[in-house]
């Protein structure tokens, strides 16, 4: 029987007959270095960073559909509806350019103003990178390696998709709009609000998220009509 030869980097195998000659071991670790030399960012999308954080599942899960491409913006529609012209097919947060992902979550000068003031809350200087896959990559510090650090940095950034996205669908079916400050204060009061149920914020004093900008300890927001005080 001929040999057949299978390299692998970092490992290498050899099969001949039935004979298994390994020149390394393998692990996972090893298969993921190897792994790691592709170049599609989707491939090492921090699943932790979505699913480890703690805001409610449906939170989590549009997060994962926004990082697969998998949510139903207008150029996503029209793919699968060529016969069928939307009109318009702007996006309705700014009506200015055609709605994409990127565009919607990350380029609109709507959002990117709502994300300009997240980094500007906790002191980083930010330049918008190419794509929503670019941005969820990148391992941003916003507010240190302490785990309540991660934790309200974690919940601020998924609110921040959250409410974009809650947004947008309130303009197109409802025919409501908020303004930029009011989704912003949305996306504070929920961040807070999120936080403050999790392991890692219990015990500490309401005090704490008006101190570094994101709380509404002592202030009341009004939703919808309803007055909300904390």
Request: hydrophobic residues 50%; proline residues 4%; glycine residues 6%.
């Amino acid at each position: 029987m001929s040999s057949l030869i299978l390299c692998f980097s970092p490992f290498f195998i050899r099969f001949k007959s039935v004979v298994f000659v390994f020149v390394r071991l393998f692990s996972v670790k090893s298969f993921f270095l190897a792994l790691s030399k592709v170049s599609n960012p989707l491939m090492f999308l921090p699943a932790k960073f979505l699913w480890s954080s703690k805001v409610p599942s449906k939170v989590k899960a549009l997060a994962w559909l926004v990082a697969h491409g998998k949510v139903n913006t207008n150029d996503k529609l029209q793919l699968r509806r060529p016969y069928k012209a939307l009109c318009p097919q702007w996006c309705i947060l700014c009506k200015g350019n055609g709605e994409s992902i990127d565009h919607l979550f990350l380029h609109c000068p709507v959002t990117i103003g709502l994300w300009h003031r997240l980094f500007n809350l906790v002191g980083l200087v930010w330049v918008p990178p190419r794509s929503l896959e670019d941005m969820l990559v990148i391992t941003f510090k916003g507010l240190g390696n302490s785990l309540r650090g991660k934790t309200l940095w974690q919940i601020a950034c998924l609110t921040l998709i959250w409410m974009v996205w809650q947004e947008r669908n309130n303009r197109i079916f409802e025919d409501k709009g908020r303004t930029e400050e009011m989704v912003w204060d949305l996306i504070r009061f929920y961040s807070s609000l999120w936080a403050s149920c999790t392991e890692a914020f219990r015990g500490v004093p309401l005090t704490f998220y008006n101190s570094i900008g994101l709380g509404f300890a002592f202030q009341s927001l009004k939703i919808d009509g309803v007055s909300l005080c904390f």
